[in-house]
């Protein structure tokens, strides 16, 4: 069965909805508990790597492993290296979109891979950030079914 959601992947905040088949739509809360999600990536030396709340609160302690606004970046060829691996705009936003998916998949009782994405881009994005994006959401294991420019997404939300 396939579960559609939809996902503003955001500068600076990531937010995803769901629709039931009865009409209600549904804000999907963060594994934190709240409804936006700081699209913030921390990566640690041992290897771990957080999203969201607890990589925002990184910032003050260890600024220089925390990417923020890599939205800013998509489709563009801005490599990044932490701890010796590298990344890419898309990667990273790769992983903002796992953790998003892993909260809705967690919230809505299914796998991740039951789901299927609408997710919103700027409407200046060109055809090359459309691709990172796109990308990006592949990155996450992510079924991206359509990208849609903000402005519209807030037309149907209307």
């Given amino acids: 069965m396939t579960i559609p959601i939809g996902i503003d992947l955001g500068t600076t905040y990531s ?10 739509d549904t804000v999907i809360e963060s594994a934190d508990g709240k409804e936006l999600t700081p699209s913030v990536v921390y990566f640690g030396e041992n290897g771990d790597v957080v999203v969201g709340e607890r990589a925002k609160a990184r910032l003050t302690e260890d600024a220089e492993n925390v990417v923020v606004g890599i939205k ?6 801005f490599p990044l ?11 990273v936003s790769g992983i903002i979109l796992r953790r998003l998916a892993q909260d809705a998949a967690e919230q809505l009782s299914v796998g991740v891979d039951d789901l299927a994405a609408v997710v919103t881009v ?11 994006t796109f ?9 991206c079914l359509e990208l849609i420019p903000e402005p519209v997404a807030a037309a149907y939300a209307y």
């Fill in 72 to 77: 800013r970046q998509m489709g563009k060829g």
């Fill in 122 to 132: 700027p409407a200046y994005f060109g055809v090359g950030e459309r691709e990172a």
């Fill in 135 to 143: 990308a990006a959401a592949n990155i996450a294991g992510l079924r």
């Fill in 15 to 24: 937010c995803v909805m769901h629709i039931t088949n009865e009409g209600t």
């Fill in 81 to 91: 290296e932490y701890h010796g691996n590298g990344y890419t705009p898309e990667g």
